[in-house]
């Protein structure tokens, strides 16, 4: 496909790994759609990214809470992308999200109803033009649930599970791919204050050049540091009488 005519829909736009996947696509000739709910901050996101690469970047208003706009939203996109990637997640306060429903439910809404609702309505879409790629950012998070983090955690499963089945549903079609992406620890905003091993611990442009390089291979689950599947698989296969006693 002629560069000039790819255009990548980036959902949750301004996290520091959206606006560094933007980047990344940009500069590899991407048209890039940048959507969440800050415009003004979308705004000098895309006039920094079109200045840097020269390419058109758009932005649109989204809010992953307001599932009965999802409609409206895809509808009034200039073209369907040929890409859709949701970086839309909350990873929140367990000890707040324990006691505050309301907060508890905005956590689990925000990581797993949301985008799993807005992409569900993207592969519908892409089945009736013919092709699409659907990316998914979820976490290892959602391998196993953890005591300090099981509401973001569980979430991030749901999704996992989500874009699994719908990779599964979609497979005997093979002009759409479907792509779970999990980060483990990236340097942002987020984590500014925590104290990270550097080797689990990667950059925001490091994650938008796994997205695009996993793309390019048409991959289905991706661990953006190698390491993070040793881990969890590690983590996974622990019995649970022993991995009680971890209180991770």
């Known amino acids: 496909m002629d560069d000039a005519k790819r255009a990548v829909l980036i959902l949750g736009g301004t996290s520091d790994i959206a606006r560094a996947t933007a ?5 590899g000739g991407w048209t890039v759609r ?3 709910r800050f415009l003004p901050e979308l705004q ?4 920094d990214i079109s200045a840097r690469t020269g390419r058109q ?3 649109h208003q989204f809010d992953v809470l307001d599932t009965g706009s999802f409609v409206a939203f895809v509808d009034a996109l200039p073209d369907l992308p040929d890409v859709v990637i949701s970086f839309v997640g909350l990873v929140g306060e367990q000890p707040r999200a324990e ?5 508890a439910r905005q956590i689990m809404r925000s990581n797993y109803e949301g985008p799993a609702l807005i992409l569900s309505l993207f592969a519908e879409r892409f089945v009736g033009r013919g ?18 983090n099981y509401f973001y955690g569980s979430a991030k499963a749901g999704l996992t599970a989500f ?11 093979s002009s759409i791919h479907v792509m779970t992406v999990k980060p483990g620890f990236v340097r942002t905003r987020v984590t500014d204050h925590m104290k990270l091993p550097a080797i689990f611990t990667g950059d925001p442009i490091e994650v938008g050049e796994a997205v695009l390089n996993g793309l390019n291979r048409r991959k289905n689950v991706i661990y953006v540091r190698s390491i993070w599947f040793l881990v969890m ?3 996974r296969l622990m019995p649970e009488r022993i991995f009680k006693r971890l209180k991770l």
């Open 23 to 27: 980047h990344v696509f940009a500069k």
């Open 34 to 36: 940048l959507a969440g």
């Open 44 to 47: 000098r996101d895309a006039n």
């Open 57 to 59: 970047v758009t932005i």
């Open 99 to 103: 006691i505050d429903l309301d907060y």
């Open 131 to 148: 092709h699409g790629s659907i990316v998914g950012i979820s976490s290892v998070a959602g391998d196993r649930g953890r005591g300090s």
């Open 163 to 173: 874009l699994s089945g719908l990779r599964n549903r979609l497979a005997i079609d």
């Open 233 to 235: 698989l590690i983590i």
